[in-house]
């Protein structure tokens, strides 16, 4: 009864370093998605995946890449950090494209120095 | 560019009272609206959703009023609660995009004095 578990839930990075979030859920959904929460903002969409070794670029990808090579797994990965990533990052997933419930992670806290 | 802009960023409101919370958007193409329910430290939770063939939806003390003309819609807390002191976003979506893709707004933290 996990439901969308992201990991590791806080992380500081130094500018230059390279890290990857870990989403995993349980609930054989489809659609995954990678957001970005800064105050002010919203929640912005970076990546998503609308099935198995699928992925798209949202609104802020620069900077981030993914993949989604097992259905229950959706990694986001930065290959150079820097300060403008400082961010909450949530993922979260859909069954199903029409009814749109999306089912968020708790959050990961990234600080870029 | 956002596409769905919500006001206000903040908002007080004593035990009671009614929160209002407005979102605006511009793609006409946009046929799905739900509002999201954020608590401190924990990610958002959907509240309740409307689709553009209804001008209203009610689901106990929430309400979404939508106007299709004006490209407008709202999230209205009746008698509000301590325990509603949240953060809420209202979101928008495409259906015949076939991503199920939500595109939020900014964001709105509630305070609900006691």
């Known amino acids: 009864n996990a439901g969308v578990t992201q990991t590791p839930k806080f992380r500081v990075l130094k500018t230059g370093q390279s890290m990857t979030l870990l989403c995993a859920q349980d609930?054989?959904?489809?659609?995954m998605y990678w957001y970005r929460q800064d105050p002010g903002m919203g929640l912005r969409l970076i990546h998503y995946?609308?099935?198995?070794?699928?992925?798209a670029k949202g609104e802020v990808p620069d900077g981030y890449n993914v993949s989604r090579l097992k259905k229950q797994n959706f990694l986001l990965g930065l290959e150079s950090a820097a300060p403008s990533q400082t961010s909450v990052y949530f993922c979260?997933?859909?069954?199903?494209?029409?009814?749109?419930?999306?089912?968020f992670g708790a959050g990961s806290r990234l600080t870029v120095l | 560019q956002q596409q769905v802009k919500q006001s206000p960023q903040s908002l007080i409101v004593q035990k009671g009272g009614i929160s209002i919370i407005n979102c605006a958007y511009e793609?006409?193409?946009?046929?799905?609206f739900p509002w999201y329910q954020q608590f401190p430290g924990k990610g958002p939770a959907l509240l309740i959703a409307?689709?553009?063939?209804?001008s209203e939806k009610k689901e106990g003390r929430f309400t979404i009023s939508f106007n299709k003309s004006a490209k407008q819609f709202s999230l209205h807390i009746m008698d509000s609660q301590p325990g509603d002191s949240a953060t809420y976003f209202c979101?928008?979506?495409?259906?015949?995009?076939?991503?199920?893709?939500?595109?939020f707004g900014q964001g709105t933290t509630l305070q609900v004095k006691p």
């Open positions: 979260a997933s859909s069954g199903n494209w029409a009814t749109n419930v999306l089912t």
């Open positions: 609930m054989n959904h489809e659609y």
């Open positions: 995946s609308v099935g198995e070794g699928t992925t």
């Open positions: 793609n006409t193409a946009f046929d799905y």
């Open positions: 409307i689709r553009p063939d209804v």
């Open positions: 979101a928008a979506s495409r259906g015949s995009s076939n991503t199920g893709k939500l595109i």
